[in-house]
């Protein structure tokens, strides 16, 4: 289809099927006579060209003195015939067009509109590189075609593949479906968008692949039948397919046969408006399909142009009209003269070119949903405008070697790629249509979706869009309201193939599987995750624990040995009780200060004693509750003062009952004079001094000091007393056990003595239990964890308090308030005697 101008514009469409046995040598003239099977949407796109070039004529502001003209083609959806016509346009073998002021050739064809196939276009735009002759695909998304070092003069005014595998990819991810499967032809289309999603979908982070399978050229039942049963088993519910209609059509009679329902189908832009699948025999396995779409565009002016098609209008034309009179007989059924042999025999008609084209049902004029066309509507109108910038070019400021310009009787290809590199307009619709510096325009896709009506029929509406701007970014917009969902549950299906992990768990990769299928592992404890799909268990800070859920820290649970619980209850009142014996005590030997029991054997040190055993028992409550500084370091040195007075009493009493029943002998008398009352308050003073001493060397050089330990239970912090220095522990508690021992060694050396004068049957007695209780302290103490470790050293405090209690006062207490009768000098005396 032709028309002269002053420049031609050439464009390669596709407006039959397929052909057969074609002449490819290149001296052939292009017949479309062996095309076959009319494409009528490829023939509206090829009249939409003819229709913007028309506009464009009639513009005054765009190209004015200059008459566009146009050279289109048929590729049959063939490469050789294709890429012949491309190369007869290049070379101007098919017409030459010569300016009627100077007679001088100008080339044939300044640039091209098409391909439509990827395929065709590399091949194209390989030779046309070589040339910097200008190519504006329409429809070949091919992410290769963006390389500039090997396509120089490629542009195109559909996005490419790269931007509509990312915007797939975007959509996976606001649904969440994670594991897709992926279906693509077997042709540089599919075989690039294969590896494009590949590389953005681990990028991404967005998800895995479950199969990839390369759909095959023609009809292959047995490798159909493969694929479809990898898509039946595999637990992914999504299947993205990059392939044209004719790939789909023999999937979906696979899919028919095996009856596989329940997929969610997403269209890549080559399909996802073929009304060839959308039949009341597929839309039950492809209703709800979501698909990719380019820009729907509106192009004012262009149905009525389309009505004014007339096969008699180029009928003088030398070269010909046969894809106007192929497309009017094709909508009319007729045939122009002359006719076949046997057309006329067969009841067929002859076609007279007056036929009314709105009296047929024709997609030709269905303008409701244009989209190749309108990308072919902004393909010819960027050549025009680099064209008018071109021509425009002021004299010594052109762009040129010695800044010169071109004008119309000299132009040539490679000028017009340098202002196509820098064109920029808005459409009528409002599209902004630049390059950039890949030749890729700003991309823009529609999302589509099928809807599958009650009444059987099929619509496919607009449901979003995915565009990149220059300021924002990559953005998607989908109205979820608006998706038809062809499943039960009327909702987005679950593609995954692990359930994400919760908070609480980590992920934990299966071996030889892909990232996205993994196994939820709770945290151990001490670890938290709070956050879905957690890679890892992140430990909580010291003073923390994780929940029981394992999804966020909580304070540890601190303990001591309190006054608030049972124990610290019992304890407490254990040395309370003992505190008041020893004060009732006192009080009994007060009050009966006077008689022969209590003067017996020094009343002073018992009063001493019963005082320190007091002590003793309030010592013990520095050991009940939570350890402070000022606690640690007295609890210890309190303790230990405590019972040396303690035992520093009872060993003096021990030694006055031992010098006085030697003084009772002959020659004894001068073993009272050294433990007189004096002596025996200095030597009670002078022991107690040097535990006093070592507390205080203790408590300056290694003070003990509270101290958080989480050794015990990792979910608790116990609060301890640390000693500071275990060998003034251990100086501490060997002062006392030495003093404790010689106390009952000499008890045990008089336990024979008279009665009149002897306690130390009782001092033995009692220090047999303070020694056994001391010495069973220590293993338990050492082996006790946390809090009980003070709850023993306070339990072995009390049991030896309560033990020299009883055993020194107890037989007092009981001839003082029970048997008065021998609380008398006399009866001691007279004890003294029987024994």
Known sequence: MHKAGDVVLGGLFQVHFFSVSPDLSFASEPQSTICQGFDVLGFRRAQTMAFAI?????????LPNVTLGYSL??????????FRAALLLASGQEKEIVSEETCVGAPPVLGIVGDSSSTRSIAIATVYGLYRVPMVSYFATCSCLSDRQKFPSFFRTIPSDAFQVRAMIQIL??????????????????LHAARSFQSDLVQSGGGCLAYLEVLPWGNDPSEFKRIVDVMKKSTARVVIVFAHESHMINLMEEVVRQNVTGLQWMASEAWTAATVLQTPQLMPYLGGTLGIAIRRGEIPGLREFLLQIRPDQHHNNSIGNSMVNQFWEHTFQCRFEPPPAGWMEAGGTLCTGQEDLEEVETELLDISDLRPEYNVYKAVYALAYALDDMLKCESGRGPFSGHSCDNLKRLEPWQLVYYLEKVNFTTPFGDQVAFDENG???????IMNWLWLPDGRTEVQNVGEVKRSAFKGEE??????????????????????SESCPPGTRIARKKGEPECCFDCIPCSEGKISNKTDSTECTSCPEDFWSSPQRDHCVLKKTEFLSYHEPLGICLTAVSLLGTCICAVVLGIFVYHRRTPIVRANNSELSFQLLLSLKLCFLCSLLFIGRPRL?????????FGISFVLCVSCILVKTMVVLAVFKASKPGGGASVKWFGAVQQRGTVIVLTSIQAAICTVWIVSASPAPHKNTQYQD????????????????????YIGSLAIISCLIAFMARNLPDSFNEAKLITFSMLIFCAVWVAFVPAYISSPGKYSDA???????????????????????IILLRPERNTKKAIMGRGSRG
């Open 792 to 814: 023993v050293e306070v339990f072995a405090i009390l049991a030896s308090s309560f033990g020299l209690l009883v055993s020194l006062f107890g037989p007092k207490c009981y």
């Open 715 to 734: 979910d608790k912090i116990v609060y301890e007393c640390v000693v500071g220095s275990t060998i003034g522990f251990a100086v501490l508690l060997g």
């Open 440 to 446: 890729d325009v700003l991309p823009i896709y529609d």
């Open 73 to 82: 083609y048929d590729n049959c959806a063939k490469l050789g015939i294709g």
């Open 630 to 638: 000022w606690t640690c370091q007295l609890r210890h040195a309190a």
């Open 54 to 62: 028309d506009e464009i004529n009639r513009n005054s502001n765009l």
């Open 476 to 497: 998607l917009t989908i109205d979820e309201n608006k998706i038809f969902w062809n499943h039960e549950s009327k909702k987005p299906p679950r593609s995954v193939c």
């Open 173 to 190: 991810n606001h649904f969440g479906w994670t594991w897709t499967g992926l279906l693509v032809s077997d042709d540089d289309y599919g």
